[in-house]
């Protein structure tokens, strides 16, 4: 939604013409005839970065080079590979810069990890506060103190 | 003339700035009553300076005087006069004015509204709200100026992004602006006490209608930018977690946390300095936001032309605020105390709750947003964070606090029991389980992601009107005292309706979703998901500033004609660009979205058909929410707090 405006303030205007508002992605003469196969085809697309966009997958985005790459994918698809096989192949080619969804080796764990640590950390913290004012909750209450009282008055004549 | 004007009363307006930054502050701190009392005509001033200049833009757009380096480049005298306005914020530095032009309303707001103050705390606020100011100032009038001239003026313009000539995308930087720069008076509320050295509950009400305000905004325009992509794009995608919606995505998480810890300071002066250190963090993001946005560091190093002076120049603002906020903060932190005690069942742990799930959503956004970046300076490892990461996982912390919203929000104050709140709900769990089998036995062999989608919403929905229900007391004329509870009430159980109606809505598209694909010849049909498209015919248009291909198809259920749908191809002869414009057959239980593309070798078009189902589900679950906000937000106590000085009539109001 907001790339669009992004782009029209940042970018240039010359560099416009690259992500087009024209709809056209997946193209009505790379359709596979096999509906199965094409599911396949386009859930491994919706996968795979368009090299040359901005944050876009192949199945969404007009450029040539996304054409080529959904066209390649059926390609191998076609020939009898299976689904880790195509993304093998394109990631062979192309990097792990292609792979919307990076894979949890090596550096990467940090950015898998790093939900599941914050919560189990956040989580600890936010117990043990729960558990501190529980605790306290069951000393017995103390008297108000003068500012508290004022404050009592001043709510109560609201 | 009059630009010269605008440029002269934005120096001013940064000058005002300035001194509005220092000298409330000093005067707070010697109690000198005078000094401090300048802040509120400071602000005021900054306020009507600010929109002078920004007049003096809006003038130059409409009056489309080309002599100004940025109308030239984004305006163009054959354009629509509403969208010679809004191009006035269609651009990094137009966008910028709006920007500023937000942060001296919100000071003008304090100053005009903040009557029941203390008169330190006040005129802290505004000379933290005057430095947010200055500081957006300068980096206008350094980096950004929208008042440059040209040496050479053209004959016209070269007119706006074709895609941005759209009632819904018009709107949506105002909103979200406000909703960013809202959270920069919640962030000068917080600073200001934390140089008090003072917050209590009384605190906690003031910045409430703040934050909430921020959180409506944020909500509606992150709204319509969603449903702008959806009917303007051309496939009818909401959402696709780009760094520049995750930046506008994050300050709403954390508004979201904020503004449900501030009750908790409010009502029971517990959470204090996690309410003050989510305040300040809060801004941080809506910073961020402004940094990813604009310095293109993060988002892609093909597409964005990078402006390496503003990047840093808005990096030290970040880094200056941020820095002095938080060193602030360690130094006064242990000044408060919690008050409130609380057991460990309760609307304050749920709140915690409810505040750790949002706090690390938002944290899980942040990190996938910024992984590319670090993971290539840090471990030279060029990589991609996009979708299918964050829906995975992003969404269970969406999945968990949907299943426990409900009963959290039923919970007592101080001391609940988890098994009467559980009763209470029984019916109400019941009802959405069986939606959800009902949904799951529907579909066949698919995810269980709409299943899942629709449970959760119905249990949103039937938990919120349970909790309103039981507030209605035990007997009597429970209907009668429904329609008389305090708005309050009323805007928290719509909001969270809102937010199950959301979750519905994004499941059901994500999972039954249908479309085809294929070329028709003119008289041809297809069926999809038991309705029948016929492409009748293709003709062309003439626009105001566009050629447009239009195909005219209709669309019938049954044998039964339902509708025409007129999808376009547009180009636009000025900036060279084709835009696709869907038409959509908006329905309650699902859209029908049709897109006309190129013509084919043999004659035909190529024709694009989706099934939505669901779809409105989503935006008109973000209505529901800014709703219930709004509705909050007129809570009585918030007119009385305004106005403490009248009388008025008490009416009876059950306790909370």
Redo the contacts between chains.
Sequence with gaps: MLRALALALVLGMALLAQMSGEARAVQPDEVLDDPALEERARDISSGLRCLVCRNESIDDSNAELARDLRLLVRERLVAGDSDEEVVEFVVDRYGEYVLLQPRATGSNLVLWLAGPIMLLLGGAIGWSYMRRRGRASETPAQALSEAEAERLREIMKE | MITELGHFALVLAFLVACVQAVVPLVGAHRRWPGWMAFAEPAANMQFLLTALSFAALTYAFVTSDFSLRLVV??SHSAKPLLYKITGVW???EG?MLLWVLIVTLFGAFAAWFGGNLPPTLKARVLAVQGMVGAAFFAFILFTSNPFLRMAVPPFDG?D?????QDPG?AF??PFLYLGYVGLSMTFSFAVAALIEGRI???WGRWVRPYTLAAWIFLTIG?GL??W??YY????G?????????N??FMPWLIAAALLHSAIVVEKRE?LKSWTVLLAIIAFGFSMIGAFI??S?VI??V??????PERGMFLLLILAVFMLGALTLFAARANAMQ?K?????VSR??AL??N??LL???A??VF??TI?PLV?EM??D?????????FN??FTP?MVVLGLLLPLGAMLPW??GNIARVATSLRYAFVLALAIGALAWAMQSGRSALGPVGLFLGAWLVSGAAVDLWSRTGRSGNRLARLGRLPRADWGKAVAHAGLGVTMAGVAGLMAWETED???LQVGESLELSGYELTLMDVQRIDGPNYDATQGIVKLAQDGREIATLYPE?RFYPV??????E?AIDIGFWRDVYV?V??P?DNGGW?V?TYYKPLANWIWGGAILMALGGALSLSDR?YR??AG?KKTRPVEGVPAE
């Excluded at chain 2, 706006?160 to 941005?164: C, E, G, R, S, V």
């Excluded at chain 2, 303007?232 to 496939?235: A, D, I, R, T």
């Excluded at chain 2, 909401?238 to 919606?245: A, G, Q």
């Excluded at chain 2, 900036?575 to 696709?580: D, G, H, L």
């Design positions: 480049l984004n269609g651009n990094h966008s070269q706006l992004n074709p895609l941005l995308l949506h930087p209590d509950a009384a992150i930018g969603s702008w992509a303007e794009l051309g496939w995608g909401f959402w696709f977690w780009d760094p520049v919606e930046a506008s517990s946005t604009r293109g988002t892609s093909h597409a964005f032309a990078s402006d919690a409130g005690v609380f057991s460990l304050e742990s915690v709750v505040n750790l706090g690390v959503a944290f899980v990190v996938g992984w993971s840090f471990f490892r060029k990589l991609s964070v996009g979708a299918p990461f995975m996982a912390f101080k001391r694909i294929r070329v191809k900036a060279k660009m084709p835009t696709t869907a897109v593309g190129d084919q190529a694009r106590r009385v707090a403490a």
